[in-house]
């Protein structure tokens, strides 16, 4: 058995969570390659959503609006194409769903310093 890998990870994903996050809870420094809008299948079925692609496994994240304020306010420009290249910091924290409190990753609102 792995050690401190949570059980989602056993059930492969294409789009970057919060189960992707490192086991140690410590925050995640990563660079954002590209942020387009791209198809995506999910419960509701097929809808359009912004994805950004970041260094990471998987690279593709849907990005919410919550993550979209974050970033604009770290990088201070609302503006996709001058997201690409910068860095941002990730954590994992707690939110409300219709299932209850569940872990997200949130952007901090600050741009990382290492």
Known sequence: MAEHEHWKRSFPSEYFG???????????????????MERVQGQRGSE???????TADPEKWILNKTNGKLIEKALGTGL??????????LYV????????MVDCVRVRDFAPTA
């Open 80 to 89: 996709l194409d001058e997201w690409v290249g910068k860095k941002i910091q």
């Open 18 to 36: 919060h189960q992707h996050m490192p086991a140690t809870g410590d925050d995640l420094v990563v660079a954002i390659k590209d942020a387009k």
């Open 93 to 100: 924290t707690k939110t409300s769903s219709p299932e209850g």
């Open 48 to 54: 359009e959503k912004l994805i950004v692609y970041i």
